[in-house]
């Protein structure tokens, strides 16, 4: 009895102290993450409906365009005049900023960004988890840039919105306005510095990963992985009340192809030889853009224009062809390396939205195929000299070479009830084609038809025809 009173003792000293040091560590915890740490997301349902088949992603809704007339064989019926219906809650998201790390006049922040509908073909499959976003961001602030105006500096790396593509129209669908908008998340380091309180210049060098340029081997992040050369931004905001104004410029330079074949004088042989070997190809294009914004009280409106010089990589109705082959003399040596001319584009798009509670939104938009600027490679053996082989242009993996033009218009009606919403809205898209120029060639099994563009300027001109789609979707959503 005498041992166990003393123990007792000591055991109602420390059990209080040890309780108090496990509080301790967890009301720390507690205070970590509410202070450095926020939680956020959704759970996300689309119901959609469309009059005509098109082409759409990520269970097919993520949408893109309609596809052009399809007739049967005796000409009576267009194939892809043909409904459609799907609903998914494949657009679930995750999200985790953290924030409020400081050290002097230094702030140091994250964030993580994951949803659900990647491994998705088509409208089944089991939806996988994919990462959406993943950058750290330090801050230096407070730093004197005049007598009475402050700078910051701010620096984002990792993978985020491409400079861009964040600024996006007033539609609740998927794609928010793409292809009228560019559409990419992307590795990237940028800068954005704060001059004062109006001014805001931003600088970046961006690479390619799930968004990726066109090419010979189809849509690849190798054309800039071999070119060494990642794609620069330059941009400029200027805010004053409710008004900004952002105009911005895109440089990107890739390498489509790292091999080729050489033509040589074999002095031994006497005769002209053929060899693989490495070349030189890069094509480097410039795309600028231009978006204002203005805000007040429950209204807002927004606009954006770009003139994409091969915008594939950006989600853009765009890409690039040959412009030369080699000399045409078979018997000439040559060095194996090809040039290459880009495809002009102008996506424009605008966009309204009024009201908190009940919201009304309208968004237009409309794209142009310019074609190219200068000729594209023609090749006697295939036809004529007036038209290029379709397969020398490479165009957007979520278009069509044939596409001239395009149209949307997007009325939206939406319900938010505290974090709930539900919303309606009308995506009505047409696109105008032109027929391919059919032409018999000779191929390597004997006589084939293939399809050829205008050698002039990249396009399909002949019976032009306007094809649409009306999309009506409902969308449901839980923000938390």
């Known amino acids: 009895m005498k041992k166990i009173i003393p123990l007792f003792l000591l055991s109602a000293l420390l059990f209080p102290a040890l309780s108090l040091k496990a509080g301790t560590k967890e009301e720390n915890v507690k205070d970590e993450l509410k202070n ?36 049967n064989e005796d000409g009576s019926q267009d194939l892809n005049e043909q409904t459609s219906f799907r609903f998914l809650a494949l657009t679930t998201r995750l999200g985790l900023d953290v924030y409020g790390y400081r050290v002097g006049r230094t702030s140091f922040g994250a964030k993580v960004e994951t949803d659900f509908y990647a491994g998705i073909t088509g409208v089944s499959g089991t939806a996988q988890l994919r990462l959406r976003q993943a950058y750290l961001t330090i801050d230096w602030d407070d730093l004197r840039l005049g007598r009475d105006d402050m700078a910051a500096v701010n620096l984002k790396i990792g993978q985020a919105w491409h400079p861009m593509a964040a600024d996006q129209p007033h539609v609740l669908a998927l794609e928010t306005g793409t292809p009228f908008n560019p559409f990419s998340r992307t590795p990237q380091v940028l800068m954005d510095a704060s001059l004062g309180k109006h001014f805001v210049l931003s600088a970046g060098a961006i690479w390619q990963m799930q968004y990726q340029s066109a090419g010979p081997a189809g849509a690849s992040a190798d054309y800039i992985k071999y070119a060494c050369t990642p794609e620069g931004y330059l941009g400029l905001t200027y805010k004053a009340g409710g008004f900004l ?115 009304v939104m309208l968004m237009g938009g409309y794209v142009r195929n310019l074609g190219t600027a200068e000729p594209l490679v023609t090749d006697a053996k295939e036809g004529s000299t007036d038209y290029v082989d379709a397969d020398h242009v490479y165009f957007s993996k979520n278009g069509f070479s044939n596409l001239n033009a395009m149209w949307r218009i997007v009325p939206t009606v939406a319900y938010n009830f505290g974090k709930f919403t539900v919303a309606m809205e009308l995506n009505v898209t047409s696109a105008q084609y032109g027929d391919y120029k059919e032409l018999q060639v000779q191929g390597a099994d004997g006589p084939e038809t293939r399809r050829f563009l205008s050698a002039s300027d990249g396009l399909a001109a002949e019976n032009l025809h306007w094809v649409t789609n009306h999309r009506l979707q409902m969308m449901i959503r839980y923000t938390f």
């Open 36 to 71: 450095h740490f926020q939680f956020y997301g959704f759970v996300r349902n689309f119901f959609a409906f469309d009059t005509r088949e098109s082409v759409a992603s990520l269970g097919d809704l993520f949408y893109y365009l309609p596809k052009d007339v399809a007739m």
């Open 245 to 359: 104004a952002r105009a911005g410029l895109s440089i990107l330079s890739i390498k489509p192809r790292r091999t080729g074949t050489e033509r040589y004088w074999d002095a031994s042989a006497e005769v002209m030889s053929e060899r693989t070997v490495k070349v030189s190809d890069r094509i480097t294009t410039c795309s600028p853009y231009l978006y204002l914004q203005y805000k007040k009280g429950v209204f807002e409106a927004k606009a954006k224009t770009v003139f994409s010089q091969a915008g594939e990589h950006m989600n853009l109705m765009s890409g690039y062809g040959i412009s030369y082959m080699g000399p045409a003399d078979a018997s000439a040596e040559y060095d194996g390396h090809y040039e290459y001319v880009p495809l002009r584009a102008s996506s424009t798009w605008a966009s309204v939205s009024y009201g908190k509670k009940w919201q």
